[in-house]
């Protein structure tokens, strides 16, 4: 049962979805819970993704290519996957805030998040602080990630924090924010849980903050 | 006299054949008919519209050739810039390249405690002394970002900052229309009414189209007031090759110049005749990180091919150098930086930004912008080329010394020797008795130690008394609008 977690991981780190599926199937006729297959193989094998991204041996071209696979055959899995499977790394809201339409890296940390067991809801960009406060409500959401490129919006992330204190809900999510400009000493200032400047790093994060939840 | 002589004045430098820039204009062209760019403002849609393109979904607006090429016919090629008192500095007609500093960053490496912190007004104001004082930097962009004040005040205070520390002209940063309407009361002041400002203009607004193809509101209604009141625009993207534009660089350069001449359509359709610099910084994305890396040779190589793209339209272009990704002063800064102001004035680039931009555009370094200063007096002495004449070849001098002798005596040699570049940061001593590498100043010593000597003794020309007078009123009034006292927030 190892090898065939350790050919799923390693064709989610080659990006081959035609054999994973294959090997998923085979998991499955040999009665493997579909949890195991998510767990043990396809985020395990993202896992390592991330490992080798981190230190350079992986480029970010290649770490989307096995977050698509890996995400393709999520998706044939279809029903075989409860919602709690999908759910049981983490749920996360993210965008870019309000009046800012850059979402390059955005988008680049969701698909990093997904691969790694996240259940991530993208509200896209020139998110408003209010719908950022009802993603979380709608979704229960554990981790907000917002992202700014512009210095200017910087201050939506405060604004976005400010108004999940307003809905009482600031102390039931934890606030990562990222963004090219975005500095530790700004995330302090406006009272984020954490600062990343990488997707990676967003992912060590979110990680943490579910495991001390 | 000499006879069907050409001398050359500068290196020669070209990285793309003619036909090759035509068929990236080409391309460009097709993008712009086939593709189309998005267009965020009802008014620029309706310009688009009256001229001929097909604005039936905003999202995808199709231009046709001759309307773009109509834009590029109208668009001025020469563009005179002035200082705050009205004199003639900087002329951008693709014959000079003019190198300025810096841009919003949030922090800064203080040259006194060598460590990262937020930027405060009053950096902005030594970062606009320092620049004021450096013989290389000839423009100023907004200077840091103020920390403790709301952006939209912050803008307002940095530009005031700039006109009172600096008579050298200004590129702000500007948040949106209303913003740029401010700036543009307050500038007048200066230049003595709206159509002296027209007439010798010393502030010029940028924005930037959003890559891949998107022209949003905030951009194009600045651009509209700056047709309107005839100041002088800088169009410059930022595309990643592999991100946001394919990770070849033949269609990176193609998508960055439909970006600019849609832009540049919108503009000459609002006023034909308005000054428009076009530009950008075509770049990979690190595809280890994620970041839109200054330091990447790429990001040289493709400004140098965008000098070429606009200056085949005969517009100025504005360019990068002077900035790296690194954190600290050192070997990585000057590798990148020394390799950025080479290949811009090689290719010509006109105005040439972000001098002083540290680790990401995240902190900006005054000991960065003198470093870059030194950096640029280096370039200069290869652009100058050399003369060759009688006088210059000096032959019967060197049959008057023959083989074996000198030249240290010579009257021709204290003609001309002070012409030789003497640095001013690098440092040149030979370890000798008694001297040993720990007792030389090295080349960050004397760099950090000329910076704090410039910031601790140049003043600036003042601006007349009564200019600065009608300057604070107009402050204090943004200070109330904003709700808040009137006092610049200062580092605790």
Same mark, same amino acid.
Not at chain 2, 243 to 247: D, G
């Given at each position: 049962m190892d090898d065939l977690f350790n050919e799923m991981k390693n064709l989610v780190i080659a990006g081959n979805g035609a054999e994973l599926i294959k090997r998923v199937s085979n998991a499955r006729e040999k009665g493997i819970a579909a949890k195991d297959i998510l767990f043990k193989g396809l985020i395990a094998g993202m896992d390592i993704v991330g490992q080798r991204m981190k230190s350079g041996e992986m480029f970010i071209p290649e770490v989307l290519l096995s977050a698509r696979t890996m995400q393709a055959v999520i998706d044939a899995m279809g029903p075989y996957l409860t919602e709690k499977d999908l759910s049981a790394g983490g749920i996360i809201v993210i965008g870019t805030v309000e009046g800012d339409l850059h979402d390059i890296g955005k988008n680049l940390v969701a698909l990093m998040l997904k691969g790694a067991g996240f259940k991530v809801i993208d509200l896209g960009v020139d998110v408003k602080p209010n719908v950022f406060v009802e993603a979380v409500k709608t979704h229960k959401a554990q981790i907000i990630g917002m992202s700014a490129l512009l210095t200017t919006t910087i201050v939506k992330m405060k604004e976005t924090i400010m108004a999940l204190e307003t809905a009482g809900l600031r102390h039931k999510v934890k606030v990562m924010a990222g963004g090219a400009p975005v500095t530790q000493n700004l995330a302090d200032d406006f009272g984020a849980d954490a600062y990343g400047n990488s997707a990676p790093m967003a992912v060590e994060i979110a990680k943490r903050f579910i495991a001390t939840d | 006299m000499k006879a069907n002589y050409m001398q050359f004045n500068s290196p020669q430098f070209r990285i793309l054949s003619e036909k090759q820039i035509s068929e990236l204009h080409f391309a460009s062209l097709h993008i712009l008919e086939k593709t189309g760019v998005a267009i965020h403002s009802e008014k620029a849609l309706e310009l688009l519209d009256g001229a001929g393109a097909d604005v039936s979904d905003p999202k995808r607006v199709k231009i046709p050739s001759f309307v773009v090429e109509q834009a590029v016919r109208t668009a001025p090629k020469n563009i005179t810039l002035y200082t705050r008192d009205g004199k003639p500095c900087i002329f951008l007609n693709g014959t000079r390249t003019y190198f300025g500093g810096v841009v919003d960053n949030p922090d800064i490496l203080d040259p006194y405690t060598r460590k990262r912190r937020p930027h405060y007004i009053a950096d902005t104001v030594n970062n606009i002394r320092l620049i004021d004082y450096l013989p290389n930097i000839t423009w100023i962009m907004n200077s840091g970002l103020a920390h403790g004040l709301p952006p939209e005040l912050g803008e307002k205070v940095t530009q005031v900052q700039c006109l009172l520390n600096s008579a050298k002209p200004v590129v702000p940063s500007t948040l949106n229309a209303a913003g740029l309407k401010d700036l543009i009361e307050l500038v007048q002041i200066v230049a003595g009414g709206v159509s002296n400002l027209r007439a010798r203009p010393f502030f010029i607004n940028s924005v930037e189209p959003t890559t891949p193809l998107v022209h949003v509101r905030e951009a194009l209604e600045m651009s509209l007031i700056c047709a309107e009141f005839g100041i002088p625009n800088v169009v410059f993207n930022m595309l990643m090759a592999g &991100? +946001?534009?394919? &990770?070849t660089f033949a269609a990176t350069l193609s998508v960055a110049n439909a970006e600019l001449l849609s832009h540049l359509t919108v503009i000459q359709l609002k006023k034909p005749g308005a000054p428009v610099i076009c530009g950008g910084e075509p770049n990979i994305m690190d595809?280890? +990180?994620a970041i839109f890396t200054y330091g990447a040779p790429e990001l040289c190589l493709l400004s140098a091919c965008l000098t070429e793209l606009t200056h085949y339209y005969g517009l100025p272009m504005f360019g990068t150098a002077g900035a790296t990704d690194a954190k600290v002063i050192g070997a990585q800064a000057g590798i990148e930086i020394m390799h950025q102001v080479l290949t811009s004035a090689l290719s010509g680039a006109d105005l040439v930004h972000d001098v002083g931009v540290m680790d990401h555009c995240t902190m900006i370094s005054p000991e960065l912008i003198v470093m870059t200063d030194e950096i640029i007096g280096m370039v200069k002495v290869t652009m100058g080329g050399l003369e060759i004449n009688d006088e210059t070849l000096s032959l019967e001098l060197i049959d008057k010394i023959g083989p074996g002798g000198h030249f240290l005596n010579e009257e021709h040699t204290l003609k001309y020797f002070r012409k030789f570049w003497v640095p001013s940061i690098m440092d040149r001593t030979q370890l000798t008795a008694g001297l040993t590498a720990e007792s030389v100043e090295h080349c960050e010593d004397l760099l950090n130690k000329k910076t704090r000597k410039i910031l601790e003794s140049h003043t600036p020309p003042p601006l007349a008394e009564d200019l600065v007078k009608e300057i604070k009123v107009l402050e204090a009034s943004w200070f109330k609008a904003a709700g808040l006292k009137y006092q610049y927030p200062v580092k605790p």
């Open positions: - | &991100a +946001t534009s394919p &990770a595809m280890r +990180t």
